[in-house]
Structure formats: structure tokens, C-alpha cells
């Protein structure tokens, strides 16, 4: 796959068979989008191209919101480039760009820069300020301009029941391991291996604090769940704690951290990814130490059956 970075570079792109969206999630009904992008593409001798916007239209349109993204732009690169598209188009969003009118929208992005050969679009998307475009316009102007229009009915995408939104929300509410079921792949994220306290080496189970870059990614609910991560081409199951550590300390400070089984290197500063499979419990505070190893060693064991009953 090809990622642009703007659309200055897309002068090459042959017959674009072209969608448009933030995709955020990369859900079972995006890759339905895709897959009928391909085909297209395949049948008229074209090329694929996904048109999405970084940063997110909501971060500049809703300064004042905390924004919650199931991908970042470089996660979003990876599962795109896997399933095959042929181009990524990266368009930066501003205020200035979400002043264009839904017809400037069409004629300057689609038509005079982009060369759309045939537009592949849902029956509820809408696009330009104040979302005033959608797919009765896009029929309305089929004439005027020479792309074809593709519409995906509200069937095909209803009958997949899964939106971004409902992803957010099952993030947020601990439910992880519904994100295998509206995506095809486990929840990830990556981080940065820092420096803790140092605690859970004295009670026998050593932990990788880590610390994430981007504000803007969602990060599931408290609790203690089970683990794969990817350090140094290496994969390794672990069971990771998102909380506050009640049972440690009073600092009010929302961590990250996660023990990897059968494994104890130095690995200060490196970068790891991390997929989290399941959800085994809620964060717990125990009245003294010998009580949480004894719950960590029971998470232990329930994490290695449902990893071992895990296909990655």
C-alpha cells in the first residue's frame, strides 16, 4: 500500500476507485467497504484509495471535547496496508477545509485532485461544512462530473450492526473481548517501557510500566486483563493492571502496567505493543500485600488458560 501524506502525490493513482471516511476501528463493516472497493477496482482495471483525514474532524471542530480514537494514524496505516488496499490518502484537516461547501468539497478533493474514477460511498455519509453533502447530492451532481457513483444500501451496512461508536463504548466498559467480534483482531495499543516503583519485583511478580504518546487513544476501562505484546520481535503473554494500585499507594495516579510471563529482561526505554485479549476482573483494593499476591497468582492462572485457548 501506498500512503499519501496530502494529495499533491496522487497524480499516478489509475482509474482511483475511491471511499471516503475517518474509519476509525477498522470494524467488519469498513473492510465490507473495502472489500467492494477491491472489487471495483479489480473489474475496471483501478486502483484502490481510501481518503481519510488526520488530524480527526472532531479534534478541530470540537476543540473543547476530550477525543477517544480506537486507532492511531500509524495503527490505521498497518491494518489497511493487511487488508490490501492499494493507497492511503492522508488530508489534513482545518477550520479552513471544513469551511468547503459540499459541492467545493466534490469538484476541488474528488474531481480535480483526486481524478475519482467511481465513488464507493455509504447511504449515510455525509461530508463538507455542516455536513450538508450526502448521497442525494452526489446522485444530483453524477451528471455534472464524470466519476461513478457506488452506493452501499443501508442493508448492507445495517445487517453488519457494528459501528465505531459501539466499539468506544465496549472499550470503555471493560467488554475487550468484543473487539475480536466487530473487528477480526484484539484491541492494541503501544506504549514506552518506563521506570515504576519497583514493587512488584519485591513481591515476585515484576512489571513494565508503561506510558502512551497519544492522548487521543482510548484505553479500556480499569482492571486486570489478559495480554499478548510484541517486544523486540519477540511475542510474549502477560496479564497487564490499568488503574490506580488502591492496594499500593494513595498518589491518584492512573497506570499502566503489565507482567510478562517467563520473562525478566532490562527493557527500560523499549517500545512495546500490546494486544489485550480478555478481561479478567476489576481493579480490587486488598487490605495488605500477601492478599494481592495471592489474587495476582490466581490472575495469573486464569490468564495463561484463556491465552492458551487464544488464537493470535
Known amino acids: 500500500m501506498r500512503v499519501h501524506y496530502g494529495i499533491d502525490s496522487c497524480k499516478e493513482i489509475i482509474k482511483p476507485v475511491v471511499t471516503v471516511g475517518t474509519f476509525d476501528g477498522v470494524h467488519y463493516g469498513h473492510q465490507k467497504i473495502i472489500t ?4 471495483i477496482a479489480k473489474n475496471c482495471n483501478g486502483e484502490s484509495v481510501l481518503l481519510t483525514f488526520d ?3 472532531r479534534k478541530v471542530l470540537f476543540k473543547d471535547r476530550k477525543i477517544k480514537l480506537i486507532n492511531s494514524i500509524d495503527e490505521k496505516i498497518k491494518i489497511l496496508d493487511e487488508l490490501g488496499l492499494d493507497h492511503l490518502v492522508i488530508y489534513p484537516f482545518s477550520e479552513e477545509f471544513s469551511k468547503y461547501s459540499a459541492d467545493e468539497y466534490i469538484s476541488e478533493l474528488l474531481v480535480n485532485k483526486l481524478k475519482t474514477n467511481t465513488l464507493v460511498i455509504g447511504y449515510d455519509h455525509h461530508f463538507g461544512r ?25 442493508h448492507e451496512i445495517d445487517e ?9 463504548r465496549a472499550i470503555d466498559d471493560g467488554n475487550i473481548h468484543l473487539f475480536k467480534d466487530y ?7 503501544s506504549g514506552k517501557v518506563i521506570h515504576g516503583n519497583g514493587l512488584g519485583k519485591t513481591i515476585g511478580f515484576p512489571t513494565a510500566n508503561i506510558v502512551i504518546g497519544n492522548d487521543d487513544k482510548i484505553i479500556p476501562s480499569n482492571g486486570v486483563y489478559s495480554v499478548i505484546c510484541r517486544l523486540n520481535n519477540e511475542t510474549i503473554k502477560g496479564i497487564m493492571n490499568i488503574g490506580f494500585k488502591p492496594s499500593i499507594d494513595n498518589k491518584n495516579i492512573r497506570t499502566i502496567e503489565i507482567h510478562l510471563f517467563n520473562f525478566d529482561n532490562d527493557i527500560y526505554d523499549a517500545s512495546i505493543n500490546v494486544q489485550a485479549v480478555n478481561k479478567i476482573r476489576d481493579e480490587i483494593k486488598f487490605p495488605n500485600l500477601e492478599k494481592l499476591k495471592k489474587q495476582i497468582s490466581n490472575d495469573i492462572v486464569h490468564a495463561k488458560s484463556i491465552l492458551d485457548n487464544t488464537n493470535d
Not at 36 to 39: D, H, S, T
Not at 161 to 168: A, E, F, H, Y
Open 130 to 154: 455542516n455536513r450538508e453533502g450526502n448521497i442525494q447530492l452526489l446522485k444530483a451532481s453524477n451528471e455534472k462530473y464524470s466519476f461513478k457513483l457506488e452506493e452501499i444500501k443501508a
Open 183 to 189: 473487528c477480526g483482531r484484539f484491541f492494541e495499543f
Open 160 to 168: 453488519i450492526k457494528i459501528s465505531s461508536t459501539k466499539i468506544r
Open 55 to 57: 488530524p480527526h474532524p
Open 36 to 39: 467492494r472497493l477491491q472489487k
